[in-house]
């Protein structure tokens, strides 16, 4: 299918970027203000799960799960992305989870009338967080921050998943001033099955966020991106 593109007469921002020596991601707003990326906040509340499954296999097979997940789900987003911009999924370069993953995904991209803007930067001073958003596009024929994760089987729930795009619908909505009321998070499943896609309610997720960005605040955290 050919998707069409509309950005509204949108200027995306451009923010500079910085990684820490811990592997904290920052954006700096053009105020000068540095906000931690919302995954990083996000990152506070897997903080026990995390330590508790390292301690379980060990830390060099969780590093080596961490790499392979984070390599493979690069990849997912990249070809999405070229998909999205009317352009062919390179299937013949991709191993074959990852071209299952994107079979997963594809029929659920139908739902898509235009896209807005994809792989943007966004910030919030009433967040204080920053981020960037996989795709902002009419879904069903309203505004909706979408975001593309994958995984071995589906999710019983996904709080996370759903304040991460709740957070990028706010800063949206301030940058911009287009409301954005609902999310979708769209999980590729390994094996093959229909993707899992799960409606979000922006402002009921947003309450996760803002827990994990005061635990954030408060204590601080090392963790994934």
């Known amino acids: 299918m050919a998707f069409l593109h509309d950005n509204l007469n949108?200027?995306?921002i451009k923010l500079p970027v910085e990684t820490d020596a811990n592997g904290i991601r920052f954006y700096t707003s053009p105020a000068g203000l540095k906000y931690p990326s919302v995954t990083t906040a996000l990152g506070c509340m897997d903080s026990v799960w995390l330590a508790s499954w390292k301690a379980k296999v060990g830390e060099k097979e969780a590093a080596?799960?961490?790499?392979?997940?984070?390599?493979?789900?690069?990849?997912?987003?990249?070809?999405?992305?070229?998909?999205?911009q009317n352009q062919e999924i390179e299937w013949m370069r991709l191993m074959p989870d990852v071209r299952c993953l994107l079979k997963s995904i594809l029929?659920?991209?139908?739902?898509?009338?235009?896209?807005?803007?994809?792989?943007?930067?966004l910030y919030s001073?009433?967040?204080?967080?920053?981020?960037?958003?996989?795709?902002?596009?009419?879904?069903?024929?309203?505004?909706?921050?979408?975001?593309?994760?994958?995984s071995v089987e589906y999710k019983r729930d996904m709080p996370g998943y759903l304040a991460q795009v709740a957070g990028y619908a706010k800063m949206f909505t301030e940058r911009y001033g287009y409301e954005i009321l609902e999310t979708e998070v769209i999980v590729g499943i390994e094996s093959g099955k229909p993707a899992q896609v799960v409606c979000g309610?922006?402002?009921?997720?947003?309450?996760y966020l803002i827990e994990a960005r005061d635990v954030w605040e408060t204590k601080g955290c090392i963790h994934r991106q």
Do not use: M
């Open 125 to 150: 001073d009433t967040l204080r967080l920053a981020g960037t958003a996989d795709l902002i596009c009419y879904w069903q024929n309203k505004l909706k921050v979408v975001d593309f994760k994958t």
């Open 64 to 84: 080596r799960v961490g790499a392979y997940a984070a390599n493979r789900g690069k990849i997912v987003h990249f070809q999405l992305e070229r998909y999205l």
């Open 201 to 207: 309610n922006v402002e009921k997720d947003l309450s």
């Open 107 to 121: 029929p659920a991209l139908t739902n898509i009338n235009s896209i807005v803007l994809q792989e943007t930067q």
């Open 10 to 12: 949108i200027n995306p």
